[in-house]
């Protein structure tokens, strides 16, 4: 079955780059998410990459996928005052539509 | 465009009471989802619907928990005789097709007492 693990706090200053973690469980992943989800807000899709990628990167945002060790980070480069949110790791599996997410990971960014 | 929508943004109920929620996808959309997003729990995938297509209601934590969607668009998740544990943040997601990225709407936050 699925299961998806992320940290769940981090702390970084204004301009530095963050880097949020997680693991999955499934082999069978087809693709892999990361939301933003804002105090009060739904879920914002930041990005997401195939299964048969190993990196993506859209702006500040980069992806990482080990497939081998099931592991997934999201770097966030020259972090602002708004990307303080919840992030979230999630993933699909094949013949799966729902979508199976971590626990979450807050960062707050330190003016 | 518009994205997807919900109402109401915020529901208080006594416990016991029906709720019924309700969620307008992206237009055009074909699948939608129900999650919910509690404190212990995380976020819960609860049911999926794809065209005309019978739903998948595995993620349903009981019968008093029903979801239905009229005429491929609009969505109402009702909730009967609603408990204290029932409290938690409803998201609606919708995709262009049921393998496509999923599009969540800000969610309708309801609390039991």
């Known amino acids: 079955g699925e299961d998806v693990e992320q940290s769940l706090f981090l702390s970084v200053r204004e301009g530095d780059s963050s880097v949020i973690n997680c693991t999955y469980t499934?082999?069978?992943?087809?693709?892999l998410y990361w939301y933003k989800q804002e105090p009060g807000a739904g879920l914002q899709l930041l990005t997401y990459?195939?299964?048969?990628?190993d990196m993506k990167q859209d702006q500040r945002l980069t992806v990482l996928l080990n497939k081998k060790d099931k592991h997934l980070s999201l770097r966030i480069a020259d972090t602002q005052t708004g990307d303080s949110a919840i992030y979230f790791c999630?993933?699909?599996?094949?013949?799966?539509?729902?979508?199976?997410f971590g626990k979450g990971n807050q960062v707050v960014v330190i003016p | 465009g518009a994205g997807v929508s919900q109402s109401p943004s915020n529901k208080v109920t006594e416990k016991g009471k029906d709720v019924e929620l309700r969620c307008d996808p992206i237009?055009?959309?074909?699948?939608l989802y129900w999650y919910r997003q509690s404190l212990g729990q995380g976020l819960e995938f609860l049911i999926y619907?794809?065209?005309?297509?019978?739903?998948?209601k595995s993620g349903l934590p009981s019968d008093r928990f029903s979801a239905e969607r009229t005429g491929g668009s609009v969505s109402t998740l009702t909730i009967q005789r609603t408990q204290q544990e029932d409290s938690a943040v409803y998201l609606c997601?919708?995709?262009?097709?049921?393998?496509?990225?999923?599009?969540f709407g800000p969610g309708t936050r309801l609390t039991v007492l």
């Open positions: 990459i195939f299964s048969n990628m």
């Open positions: 237009s055009g959309h074909t699948a």
């Open positions: 499934d082999s069978s992943s087809t693709y």
């Open positions: 999630a993933e699909r599996t094949y013949g799966n539509n729902r979508l199976a």
């Open positions: 997601a919708s995709s262009l097709g049921a393998e496509d990225t999923q599009y």
């Open positions: 619907f794809q065209g005309n297509s019978a739903p998948d």
